[in-house]
């Protein structure tokens, strides 16, 4: 890349003004007709023809200027200022300035009908730009009601887009809106310089005055330069660029910028580019004839071409001059055809796209309509009756669609760019097919008049071109408000919320990327390069954050699985396609039958529409600059390249899986979960008399990634147990041994992954129901944190401890969007067993000593301790009155019902809920608390817990003699996680001599979810396993392929510690614990007084009698840290902190007026030492 054209003021004041040339822009305030023409608005305010006639005098030495910087391509701004026509926009003070002034000679104000129209009102002749310095097609003009161009306006939007960073200014008048809008521009970062001779006023001495103000105390707002010196910089410039030589045009066409440079230097003509354009169009239809649907003639053209050049003879040149392009034929060109590849629906268009106009008025060359997907609805290029465009780089595979013929003609080089179209990735996916530049704007920004509608609120105009540059110098022309666009954004609406308000950011950027469960989706291929792209970007100074991408999702969600597929239908008229759906190619009549034969409802609409707005505003703030966030989020526009036969064999199916995780992937579903259309019957026939009539909020969600549901799936009766063999169904055998139980109560659900029927499935947790069955088929099962996954329309038993539970064959599979990437751990601290009860299963106790050496290899360190609490909490959930909120479940049921209509055993275990009194239930939830705090005092410095998933494997023959002790065993390591709400994840863990698997389960505290799947990805792909029972080898990728997380430490010195209250604000954000270490000797800690509910300290850095104080380093993703901040009151707050080692880190500081009136607690060295001394001396 060739380095940027520097250029210099030299004798400017106070000193040299330097500038490059691609950022610089030159800015002309307000050369009205209203301020330069007699009886205008500027003569009235000055009220001295004499001095006026002098204002006009710089008119010929900006237009010299403008010219100069035409010539060497700066960009140019005009500003005009103006009121609308009701002056709602006008303050009073303003208005009435002049005419409450004594002895004014004012007579006629703003607003007032002058010679040239209204004074200062938009649209009125006076308003417009003097003949002499008109603006060029594609050069801006900013609209402004103020003495200022910030306010009110887009001018803050143009120069951001533009990337523009100096400024070199002319207009009037200088001591009003010139030096207003240059320390405007100076305060928001921009390097500004005035030409003192382009630039003057009504009042000389204020104009001396203002440009002295600019310059002075060593350039305060700016510097003070004259057009002579920036002529001459800018002949210097064309002097040192040599002519180019005439490039070869029958292998490439060149850049919008060679033929520039070709044309201004007279190497080529507009012509010579035209005949190798057709030349090359020939050709390549002997490769591909179905790009184009429609083209001019090559004497049309020539001739187009041959009056351009007439018309700019010996002027500067138009910025798209003789530059060729083509359209997308939804695009109309006044007097063609447009199709949109349908028909029936083709007309003859009656005027031309202003935005295809505007590329017209700045010389760009048209020369024809292309292909696309029929009706703009698709992303395959495979739907037209035009033929089926390939990629240019194999004729085996898609080029993209629906803009296909678009990326095509530019990847192969036929134009030097297309105008295409996007509603739902139409230009990306073909631009990412063919290897070009795909870029759309801000819906609104460019006028979509003139489009023919694939979705009115969604399609935008957009850009394909062979590289960067190229497509942003189109879009400089296209970036225009057409006030005739009903959904064209004003300027002054598009906010600025993600850049810096002071202008271009320095340094590095930051940005985001999907989840990992996305990416995976992706080709193999597509995932290497995908990991290259991160690379690369971090090469570039980029920095990797982990974002919550929920509202991308579930915006994408929206667009095929809700009431917006009908807007397809109202953008292009419900009668035409009542009329004409014989006439439609195959796929799009197929997609348009089932959009017309479906009943959605108005409201149904306004709920999508709320959701939309929802979605908006949540991914707004992701990418909010002053809430932390990105700079940009960086996604693969597509997981994979599908070849044409592929696409035709699986039209709907491939084209869908461009957009959806999880399309065509079936699940399955425990009986106890509702999904529409089916019964839920919780295996009891007479539970359920009528089929759900609406999903689950789960189940709804992994239909909108496009899953589907293959069935419901059997369990222990009112998921009460955990064997499988209480459903009058039938008992659910073991994958392995079908004398052995399948586990439950999800069983079913369990052995329907087990045995490779469907990938994935659902069931639900209250005991262990979803950790049984897995450990027994040689699955993973998932027990989120009660509350993660939404329990809307599921039968829940014990609904203060039931979560939602999913099972899988594989830990990738068991990921999901709720769960963002975990920072894995590298060495953690796991507490086992002391003394572990195999209740006479040798096999069992084999195979758990096997699977502690496994977790020692990888590093993981083991610590006995006494489970003891853990048992006597777990004995309460049946022996204890819990068994009565099952018995509020579905006591009204039961009353209602005769007791043989549901089995024996659960009959007898929820009809147990009688015998407890409200007394008993107080008594034990105070028995639960105490056993909770010993717990979590006992495990908290922990970071999980490795258990045997069951310690026994009984037959049915065993539960069948006594089914109460049996289950009591199964549920030894697995009882006590729901009254803690503590999550688990149930591995596949090696196998019995007997060849019955085993497993272990890893337990955490609240929101440990990702911590958990980072450890069971460890554990799985140490090696190759089987998956469930389908004989299928399978190993996991490792966490070391995984992409890393940027993550700032962060050191915690009291209620955020390892089980203290608020160290969920820490997990639940997914920060993971890296070391227990202290302070440096320096430190004193204070117990603060009446600051909230939650008891805190407050740690001072003190030069002498400060101790080493215990902390703990956390690490926080870094798109976490700004919503954690928000959560730290006062007198709190972070600062730096040094620690023992030297090193600094952020970390919990009090200011000052907090440690008023606290105690001192720093012989105790630690907050945990200090709560644990106010428990001793309480039981003391």
Sequence with gaps: MAPPIKLSLPAARPYSFDFPLSTTAFIIIDMQKDFLYPNGFGSIQCGDPEIFSSVRQIVPTVQKVLDVARSIGMQIIHTREGHRPDLSDLPAAKRLRQMRAPNGHHTMGIGDKGQMGRLLVRGEWGHDIIDELQPHPGEPVIDKPGKGSFWNTGFHRTLLARGITHLIFAGVTTECCVTTTLRECNDRGYECCILSDCTTGFDQQMVTTSLDIICGQDGLFGYIGHSSTFIAEAQRLCELKPPCATPTLDRVLPSISELQKQYKNGLLDPEIIVRSVFDRIESYERVDPSVWISRQSLGDVLAAAKALTAKYAGKPLPRLFGIPFAVKDSIDVAGLVTSVACESFAYIADSTAPSIQNLLDTGALYIGKLNLDQLATGLSGCRSPYGITHCVYSTDHISGGSSSGSGVAVAAGLVSFAIGTDTAGSTRVPAALNGIVGFKPTKGTISARGLVPACKSLDTITIMAPNLQDAREVWYILDEHDPLDPYAKLPSSLVTWNVDFRGPKEGGFTFGIPPLALLETCSKAYQELFQDTVKKLRSCGGKLVEVDYTPFTKAGELLYDASLVHERLASMGHEFFVQNIDSLHPTIKSIFQSALSSDIRA??????????????????????????????????????????????????????????????????????????????????????????????????????????????????????????????????????????????????????????????????????????????????????????????????????????????????????????????????????????????????????????????????????????????????????????????????????????????????????????????????????QHLSRKIRETFGRFDALLVPTTPTFPSIEDIQIDAVGEINQLGTYTNFVNFLDWTALAIPAGWREDGLPFGITLIGDVWEERRLLALGRRWLSDAPRLLGATFVDYQEESSSSLIAVDVIPIAVVGAHLSGFPLNKDLISRGATLDAATATAPCYKLYALHAFGSVQKPGLKRVAEGGESIDVEIWSMPHAQVGSFLGTVAPPLGIGSIELLDGSWVHGFICEPIGLYNAEDITVFRGWRRYIQSLATRGRS
Excluded at 665 to 674: E, G, L, S
Excluded at 810 to 819: A, G, L, M, P, Q
């Design 603 to 928: 409201w149904q609409v306004f709920r999508d529409q709320a959701a939309q707005t929802r979605y908006t505003m949540q991914a707004h703030k992701t990418f909010n600059a002053s809430e932390g966030g990105i700079d940009t989020l960086v996604v693969p526009s597509v997981p994979f390249h599908p070849t044409i036969k592929e696409m035709l064999d699986k039209p709907l199916v491939l084209n869908s899986q461009l957009d959806l995780p999880l399309f065509g992937v079936p699940f399955a579903v425990k009986d106890n979960i509702a999904v529409a259309g089916f019964h839920a019957t919780a295996a009891c026939p007479s539970f359920s008399t009528e089929p759900a009539t609406t999903d689950s909020t789960v189940v709804a969600r992994l239909k909108s990634y496009g899953a589907i549901v293959i069935g419901k799936t059997n369990l222990d009766q009112f998921a009460t147990g955990l064997v499988g063999t209480r459903s009058p169904y039938g008992a659910v055998a073991n994958c392995f041994d079908p004398k052995r139980i399948s586990g439950g109560s999800s069983s079913g659900s369990g052995v329907a992954v087990g045995q490779g029927l469907v990938p994935f499935a659902l069931g639900n947790d209250t005991a262990s129901s979803g950790r049984v069955p897995a450990k027994f088929n040689n699955v993973i099962g998932l027990k989120p944190t009660r509350g993660a996954l939404n329990a809307e329309l599921i039968l829940q038993l014990a609904e203060g401890y039931d979560p939602q539970d999913a099972y899988s064959r594989s830990r990738v599979d068991c990921i999901t969007n709720k769960f963002p990437r975990a920072t894995p751990l590298s060495n953690p601290i796991l507490a086992v067993c002391s003394h572990p009860e195999w209740f006479g299963q040798s096999q069992h106790a084999d195979a758990y000593q096997m699977a502690l050496a496994k977790a020692e290899r990888l590093d993981w360190q083991l610590v006995p301790v006494d489970f003891a609490p853990l048992f006597a909490l777990a004995a309460l959930l049946y022996e204890g009155p819990w068994v009565a909120e099952r018995y509020a479940a579905i006591g009204e049921f039961i009353a209602s019902v005769d007791a043989t209509s549901m089995d024996t055993v659960v009959y007898g275990i929820i009809m147990k809920a009688r015998k407890f009194s409200a007394a008993d239930a107080f008594q034990s939830e105070y028995h639960r």
